[in-house]
DNA sequence: CGTGAGCTTGACTAGGTTCAAACGGGGTGG
DNA sequence: CCACCCCGTTTGAACCTAGTCAAGCTCACG
């Protein structure tokens, strides 16, 4: 096994930090590595809800597929970020890999039978859930009521402050999703982002070198323009 | 005391469903009963989240409201719904009643207690908020990648399944929120609604009468409008 | 050095917003 | 009892933001 908890992104993730350093082995006894290669999924809509997934490393998106193929990304997920929590016999979302992505994947009853001996460990399995149902009503609002100015503000913010864990704290990160799943992500276009893009680049707000390092310039502007930007900003 | 737990509309809620006729008693002393008018919040963004709610009767709205006035409706609760499940000091969201509305106030230690005897409660509130994360994630699909005809047909056969259960299975109901309300939670405007409801009125596929009675004359077209509606529909 | 996927830019279009006016129904006061 | 008003809704017309279509660019990779 290529996993040592001690060193890992996740370590200190709501699920994990839970387990001190000698208890954290009897996560990982019941724990199955995976491994998926960019452009792979981690799990489809119709696969059956039988497994959890804490990711180690990498990014991937939670996405939906209509069948005209219009998508939607619901989020994007960070090392110590969770999946597959859900009711129902199916996922109703997949998980696609932006990265190379190494995950811990449990059988939620092996999670559930350690809830007797770690009873905390329920409480953050149901924070865990608390806390992206709040997530997801920011990006309700942002998506409802967000222009697209808005929106890409918002991005590059909520991305930076995802991100700062992993590269340091440069105000400087690379993407790593493509305009198209920036575009999926905001409800827009990828021509949208673009231009929206090209436009914070113009008024010196940020910078951009190879199309996917970012370096935010101003973000206390950034901020404003992510709350509101009108004909008259 | 005007409860009576064996004839509330929520008796068959996720929460109050796991006690049987004697136990219910348990949860309803510690239940707080609640009586909001119409136009009053039964809570407030800034509100500590000490308390969790489930509607007896009529119909709320969950919205934020932006600075500026922009506002977003995240869900419509109706009897047997869950609200203030919350991380953090404070919900970030309020809750609005649409109409004149009952509800149980439980101080969450309270429910918490009630772990000890009954398992199962804790894992109902569990999942309840998963719920209530996968039909947010429908949302999101809704707002980032759906027209504006094609979210009010969706909008209308979710009402309908939603309200079935009170009116009967006529495939008439009345309407509790105004085209305002409708429109934010769409993600559109109150002129855009209105215009939407006429199309469909126009092409025959509902009736709408004194503004408020919708009736669904062709179901199965409408859910065809909401899954894909284009230039060449 | 050529190729192609992903990104940018431009011109045009269209769906939805904005602004404005008119409608309708319920409630109030004369 | 009726006239009036008010609020929510509908409808119309102009406008504008973002989408669409198309061309050209960049850069990583073979």
Request: aromatic share 10%; hydrophobic share 40%; proline share 3%.
């Given at each position: 096994?290529?996993?040592d908890?001690?060193?890992?992104?996740?370590?200190?993730s709501?699920?994990?930090?839970?387990?001190?350093?000698?208890?954290i082995?009897?996560?990982f006894e019941i724990?199955?590595?995976?491994?998926?290669?960019?452009?792979?999924?981690l799990l489809?809509?119709e696969?059956?809800?039988?497994?959890?997934y804490?990711?180690?490393?990498?990014?991937?998106?939670?996405e939906?597929?209509?069948?005209?193929?219009r998508?939607?990304?619901?989020?994007?997920?960070?090392p110590?970020?969770?999946i597959?929590?859900?009711t129902?016999?199916?996922?109703?979302?997949?998980?696609?890999?932006l990265?190379d992505?190494?995950?811990?994947?449990?059988?939620?009853?092996?999670?559930?039978?350690?809830?007797?001996k770690?009873?905390?460990?329920?409480?953050?399995?149901?924070?865990?859930?608390?806390?992206?149902?709040a997530?997801?009503m920011?990006?309700i609002f942002v998506?409802?009521?967000?222009?697209?100015?808005?929106?890409?503000?918002?991005?590059?913010?909520?991305?930076?402050?995802?991100?700062?864990?992993?590269?340091?704290?440069?105000?400087?990160?690379?993407?790593?999703m493509?305009?198209?799943?920036?575009a999926?992500?905001?409800?827009?276009t990828?021509?949208?982002?673009?231009?929206?893009?090209?436009?914070?680049?113009?008024?010196?707000?940020?910078?951009?070198?190879?199309?996917?390092?970012?370096?935010?310039?101003?973000?206390?502007?950034?901020?404003?323009?992510?709350?509101?930007?009108?004909?008259?900003?």
């Amino acid at each position: 096994m290529g996993i040592d908890c001690n060193n890992c992104q996740a370590r200190n993730s709501k699920l994990c930090s839970v387990f001190d350093g000698d208890s954290i082995a009897e996560l990982f006894e019941i724990a199955i590595p995976v491994k998926v290669e960019k452009g792979s999924y981690l799990l489809h809509e119709e696969d059956s809800t039988k497994y959890v997934y804490n990711l180690s490393s990498g990014v991937s998106a939670v996405e939906r597929l209509a069948s005209d193929g219009r998508r939607q990304i619901m989020a994007f997920i960070y090392p110590g970020d969770f999946i597959g929590v859900s009711t129902g016999p199916a996922y109703s979302i997949s998980d696609r890999a932006l990265t190379d992505v190494t995950a811990c994947k449990w059988h939620i009853r092996d999670i559930e039978a350690l809830y007797v001996k770690y009873p905390e460990l329920e409480q953050r399995v149901h924070e865990i859930a608390t806390r992206v149902l709040a997530a997801t009503m920011d990006q309700i609002f942002v998506l409802g009521r967000k222009n697209a100015i808005e929106k890409i503000a918002y991005f590059l913010l909520y991305i930076d402050k995802r991100q700062v864990k992993f590269d340091g704290h440069t105000d400087e990160f690379t993407l790593p999703m493509t305009r198209a799943d920036i575009a999926d992500y905001l409800g827009i276009t990828v021509e949208t982002v673009s231009r929206a893009f090209s436009l914070l680049k113009k008024k010196g707000f940020i910078e951009l070198s190879q199309n996917w390092v970012v370096r935010l310039l101003d973000k206390d502007t950034l901020a404003e323009i992510a709350d509101h930007f009108g004909p008259n900003s």
